[in-house]
């Protein structure tokens, strides 16, 4: 039997994905056998070395005090004191791609995410995302070794080409794919039973 592929186009170190994150674990413990969850790393920022400009911080800020009230998702806001930030995701995102290559990649999202979110660590940082990878149980001389390198840069574009390949520009998303058709699924933040009843209908649709 053919599987189907539910993808999620995601960024570590997007707030809005955190936020999603709950929702989404019980969507996934919930869907059928036939269905494969498959990460997809979006990048939403390039690497650099500058610090963040101010109005940027500001404006971040402003999302998560945002999702706080919509959600009730929570924030340590110590971040933007403890931390130079960064705009820069592609560092995390090729973390990500490690971590996929020995079945850690939900584990390696979990950690940056409560790195980032909840212990006011930086995940644009390669000292952090070492830590991290010790922390899940990673090799770290090899994580280390080949973190930045071009071939996990070629593995990252990879992903990007996918993205772009099913036409996504905001995370998170979630596509259902089977042989060539592609559905998008509504993203719901609190509601895991409402996506859960369009991936199965759209499962039982004669396209499948």
Same mark, same amino acid.
């Given at each position: 039997m053919m599987l189907k592929q539910l993808y999620y186009i995601h960024d570590p170190m997007c707030s809005w994905c955190y936020a999603f994150k709950k929702t989404f674990d019980e969507l996934i413990s919930n869907l059928p056998n036939d269905i494969e969850v498959i990460y997809v790393c979006g990048g939403?920022?390039?690497h650099t070395t500058e610090i963040m400009p101010?109005?940027?911080?500001?404006?971040?800020?402003? %999302?998560?005090?945002?999702?706080?009230?919509?959600l009730g998702v929570k924030f340590n806001y110590d971040f933007w004191t403890k931390c130079q930030p960064k705009r820069a995701t592609y560092l995390a995102c090729q973390a990500l791609i490690l971590a996929r290559k020995v079945n850690k990649?939900?584990? *390696?999202?979990?950690?940056?995410?409560?790195?980032?979110?909840?212990?006011? *660590? !930086?995940?644009?940082?390669?000292?952090? /995302?070492?830590?991290?990878a010790s922390q899940i149980d990673l090799d770290k001389e090899k994580f280390t070794k080949e973190l930045n390198t071009q071939a996990t840069q070629k593995l990252l574009e990879e992903d990007f080409n996918l993205r772009r390949n099913l !036409?996504?520009?905001?995370?998170?998303? /979630?596509? /259902?794919?089977?042989?060539?058709?592609?559905?998008? %699924?509504?993203i719901d933040f609190k509601n895991s039973g409402k996506m859960l009843e369009q991936i199965t209908n759209l499962s039982e649709n004669t396209y499948f």
């Amino acid at each position: 039997m053919m599987l189907k592929q539910l993808y999620y186009i995601h960024d570590p170190m997007c707030s809005w994905c955190y936020a999603f994150k709950k929702t989404f674990d019980e969507l996934i413990s919930n869907l059928p056998n036939d269905i494969e969850v498959i990460y997809v790393c979006g990048g939403l920022a390039q690497h650099t070395t500058e610090i963040m400009p101010k109005a940027q911080q500001e404006k971040i800020k402003s %999302i998560w005090e945002q999702i706080e009230k919509e959600l009730g998702v929570k924030f340590n806001y110590d971040f933007w004191t403890k931390c130079q930030p960064k705009r820069a995701t592609y560092l995390a995102c090729q973390a990500l791609i490690l971590a996929r290559k020995v079945n850690k990649e939900a584990e *390696m999202i979990a950690a940056i995410q409560q790195a980032y979110y909840q212990k006011a *660590m !930086n995940p644009s940082e390669e000292e952090t /995302l070492i830590k991290l990878a010790s922390q899940i149980d990673l090799d770290k001389e090899k994580f280390t070794k080949e973190l930045n390198t071009q071939a996990t840069q070629k593995l990252l574009e990879e992903d990007f080409n996918l993205r772009r390949n099913l !036409n996504v520009k905001a995370f998170p998303t /979630l596509i /259902l794919k089977y042989k060539k058709e592609a559905y998008p %699924i509504n993203i719901d933040f609190k509601n895991s039973g409402k996506m859960l009843e369009q991936i199965t209908n759209l499962s039982e649709n004669t396209y499948f």
